[in-house]
C-alpha cells in the first residue's frame, strides 16, 4: 500500500492569506500546506479520502491519473469543495465516480451539488454513485474498510482503517470502542491543529497522547494550522516514532 499526502492543512490552508508570521512567510516546502486529503494505491486501486478546495492541484502535482472512488470524513467544506474536478476522471475512464461518506454527508452533497443530481442534468456535470456508509466494515473495489467514528466537536466524523494503516482527520475525542478498531495499526495518522486548546480538534500534545494509547509503529500528524509553528521547530522535538506529515509526503505500508 502506498499512502500520498496530499494535503495537510487546517481548514485555511497554511500560509492564511493575509497572514505574514513566521510560519505563513516560511521558504520551507513543507510549511506550504494544502487543505487535508490522501491518496491510496491499494491492491492496485486507486482511492482518495476527501475532496478538499485544493483536489484539482493535488492530482495534478501526484500526477494521479486514474481514481476508483472517494471516501469523505465528514461534510465540512474544506473536505468536499473539489468533488466537481473528478470529471475529468469520469471523461477518461468514461464511468460515474462512486463516493463513500454517511448518510449527512451524502445529503449535504446532494444539497450542495443539486446539479450533480438533477433529473435533466447539463451537459458535462460530475457523475457520481452515492454509497452510504454506516460506523461498519464496508468494501470498496473489493478493498476491505473499517469506520472509525471520532467525535468534531459535536459532529460525527469518520476515520478510515485500510489493513494496517488508520486515517483520522478532525477529531477531538474518540470512544474507546473505536480506539480499540485502530489497535493494531503500524501506521496511524491523526490530525493536530495547534498546541493551544480548540474545540473541535486535537492539539499536538492531545494527538502526541493518543499515540502512546493506540500505540502504532509510527504516527504522523495532519491538519495542521499556522499556529502550530513551522515544520522544522516542531519535528525536532517530536519523539522519533511521531513525524509531521507534509504535502506530497509518500509512505508504503505492506
Ligand atoms: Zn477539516
Ligand atoms: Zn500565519
Ligand atoms: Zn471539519
Do not use: W
Amino acid at each position: 500500500m502506498k499512502v500520498t499526502f496530499l494535503g495537510t492543512g487546517t481548514s485555511q490552508g497554511v500560509p492564511v492569506i493575509g497572514c505574514d508570521c513566521l510560519v505563513c512567510s516560511s521558504l520551507d516546502f513543507r510549511d506550504k500546506r494544502t487543505r487535508s486529503a490522501i491518496h491510496l494505491e491499494i491492491d492496485g486501486k486507486s482511492l482518495v479520502v476527501d475532496t478538499g478546495p485544493d483536489f484539482r492541484i493535488q492530482m495534478l502535482r501526484e500526477k494521479i491519473n486514474k481514481l476508483d472512488a472517494v471516501l469523505f470524513t465528514h461534510e465540512h467544506k474544506d473536505h468536499t469543495a473539489g468533488l466537481d474536478d473528478i470529471r475529468p476522471y469520469n471523461f477518461s475512464q468514461k464511468k460515474d465516480m462512486p463516493i463513500f461518506g454517511s448518510r449527512k454527508v451524502l445529503n449535504q452533497i446532494k444539497r450542495e451539488y443539486s446539479y450533480i443530481f438533477d433529473e435533466v442534468k447539463y451537459p458535462g456535470v460530475p457523475s457520481v454513485v452515492p454509497n452510504e456508509i454506516t460506523n461498519n466494515p464496508f468494501s470498496v473495489e473489493e478493498i476491505i474498510v473499517t469506520p472509525i467514528e471520532v467525535m468534531h466537536y459535536r459532529l460525527p466524523v469518520f476515520g478510515f482503517r485500510f489493513q494496517d494503516f488508520t486515517y483520522i482527520t478532525d477529531a477531538k475525542h474518540i470512544e474507546r470502542k473505536e480506539i480499540e478498531k485502530i489497535k493494531g495499526s503500524k501506521v496511524l495518522v491523526l490530525n493536530a491543529l495547534q498546541k493551544s486548546h480548540h474545540i473541535s480538534h486535537l492539539t499536538l500534545n492531545e494527538a502526541i497522547q493518543l499515540t502512546e494509547i493506540i500505540q502504532p509503529k509510527v504516527a504522523y500528524f495532519t491538519h495542521v494550522s499556522h499556529k502550530l509553528g513551522t515544520h522544522q521547530e516542531i519535528e525536532k522535538d517530536l519523539p522519533a516514532h511521531i513525524r509531521l506529515a507534509y504535502d506530497g509526503l509518500k509512505i508504503y505500508i505492506d
